[in-house]
């Protein structure tokens, strides 16, 4: 691998507990930058867990224990003192479900400059509009911005909620299974969109769609039962699998 | 012998329909003979001017004022502790046996009589503290008295708002204070003012606790110090002193009327809110 390559995170030797469960296993994995990352693996391999690592959403759930090292730009966001806030502002996060609030368009947009004290009426209404032409929603929404976004289609709910993330500039942005509630030609357009957005974001995607992870991500990991089973450019991991338990998933003889 | 199932469902129908169509008919029967014997007695007049021989003529401005103003200044209190609890016991701490004794503790505090905690404002705060027979202390009782039903509809309107609400507004960068502020309050606000309601119609309808705090006074208050007189306890002197009949029905109307009132605006309130919300 060229040596350009830049890691805006890094997971060393992580493991974590839910309770007396341990759902990741020392694991080991490295984000390059504006690239797209995929996990895989079969459900509760601890690909979303893992996900939910990275910007501390883990923290929520009681009874969470974590150990190793998660370097984001070189600083570990669990060392003491790091301010989850800022963390989570700059690791965003787009759901499983569209999950816009029961609010007007606009005011989704325009909720996390809100919680960032931005009070310039004329930012916001730049920020909304370039965040809401970032995921290409601008021209669905433009002429109903004060409608309730769950009046939108799940499709424009979804990428709403991406521009939702846009206007509080992240640097990386976490999709856990972004299109599994959507139809064929609705996942063909969140795909599209990734492939415009990793030109200037970071992006890491939890996926059970393993053309999806094909078809988008540069790189990939393979996870079962709560370890890295192997992590590769995702044209290898395809292609030439080094590890036999990778070539069962997918070749699609798992289980 | 075994009755068809064609029969059960029939007699089923008939004995649900008749339990709902006895309970609207008790309703509006009370609220019928309430208005019909009272409603003469009600204008302008009535409705304005001071009471002249201990409520046996002139009208009854000064329990209006009083039905208003102790209400108000007793949801002033509740509402901000009761929603305070309610935020701190869903949003601030997990489910630990110290939550589950003060969520105990506020069920119990819901299923006292209210002439105990009319001894113990009495007790406390006119005696106690010095208040006097005063609308502070009549408004501080019935907080204590409204906060628990407050603090439960609070906490049952605030776990009703989902949890996928919050996950969003933290992974945007927000704190648990401002996602509380600015999504899981907004959202639960129709559960509370609901809440709000049922403590102020338990307000304006109460007597017990009201006559040992607020006292019996026929005057306008002046004061938070001055003591006042609510149309429920009015009505109830004028029936019980066998003082003016009329003028207690005439009381009543203006009562149920004034709450059928409130809870209108209420709602009306709450719907204006939502729609603006989700427009």
Wanted: charged fraction near 15%; proline fraction near 4%; glycine fraction near 8%.
């Amino acid at each position: 691998m060229s040596a350009a390559k830049e890691n805006v995170i890094t997971v060393s030797n992580l493991d974590l507990w839910y309770g007396a469960f341990q759902a990741l296993i020392s694991v080991n994995m490295a984000v390059e930058k504006q690239k797209i990352t995929a996990l895989i693996g079969p459900s509760g391999c601890g690909k979303s867990t893992l996900l939910r690592v990275l910007n501390r959403m883990n923290d929520l759930i009681p009874g969470v224990k974590i150990t190793g090292e998660v370097l984001l730009e070189g600083r570990n966001i669990y060392a003491p003192g790091v301010d989850v806030c800022a963390l989570r502002a700059n690791v965003g996060m787009v759901f499983q479900r569209p999950n816009p609030f029961p609010l007007s368009v606009w005011d989704n947009v325009a909720f996390g400059l809100k919680v960032a004290g931005q009070n310039s009426r004329a930012q916001v209404e730049e920020i909304v509009e370039r965040s809401l032409r970032g995921a290409w929603l601008w021209d669905n929404v433009k002429d109903k911005l004060d409608h309730s976004a769950l009046e939108l289609p799940l499709d424009q709910q979804q990428r709403l909620c991406v521009a939702r993330l846009l206007a509080v500039e992240p640097e990386v942005i976490l999709m856990d299974e972004p299109c599994s509630a959507l139809d064929p030609i609705a996942t063909a357009k969140i795909e599209e969109l990734m492939l415009e957005l990793v030109k200037q974001y970071t992006i890491v995607i939890v996926t059970h769609n393993m053309q999806q992870a094909a078809r988008i991500s540069n790189y990939s990991g393979y996870m079962l039962l709560g370890e890295m089973i192997e992590f590769d450019e995702t044209s290898r991991i395809f292609t030439s699998p080094k590890d036999k338990r990778t070539d069962d998933y997918i070749s699609g003889r798992y289980g | 012998m075994r009755i068809p199932p064609k029969y059960t469902q029939m007699i089923a129908v008939a004995v649900l329909a008749g339990a709902t169509l006895a309970t609207l008919a008790v309703l509006l029967f009370i609220i019928g003979y309430v208005l019909n014997k009272g409603l003469p007695v009600v204008s302008f007049q009535f409705l304005f001017s001071n009471p002249e021989d201990m409520g046996r003529a002139g009208g009854i401005f000064p329990t209006l004022v009083g039905s208003v103003l102790l209400p108000l200044l007793a949801i002033a209190i509740a509402m901000p502790l009761g929603v305070g609890t309610a935020v701190y016991l869903t949003e601030y701490t997990r489910e630990t046996r110290a939550t589950k004794v003060i969520r105990f503790g506020t069920d119990c505090l819901a299923g006292i009589p209210s002439i105990i905690f009319g001894l113990f404002g009495f007790i406390f705060f006119v005696v106690m503290l010095q208040f006097g027979w005063s609308l502070l202390s009549g408004g501080l009782t019935l907080a204590i008295m409204i906060l628990p039903t407050i603090i439960r509809t609070s906490e049952e309107a605030i776990r009703a708002v989902p949890h996928s609400y919050r996950e969003v507004s933290f992974s945007l960068g927000a704190t648990r204070w401002e996602t509380v502020m600015k999504v899981v309050l907004p959202n639960a606000l129709p559960g509370i003012v609901t809440g709000v309601m049922l403590g102020i119609g338990r307000c304006i309808s109460e007597t017990a606790a009201v006559i040992f705090t607020a006292g019996l006074a026929l005057r306008l208050p002046r004061s938070v110090f001055d003591s006042t007189r609510t149309m429920a306890v009015h009505f109830y002197t004028l029936a019980r002193e066998g003082i003016s009949n009329e003028n207690a029905y005439g009381t009543a109307a203006v009562l149920i009327i004034a709450v059928l009132l409130t809870n209108l605006a209420a709602y009306w309130l709450m719907h204006r809110f939502i729609a603006r919300r989700t427009k």
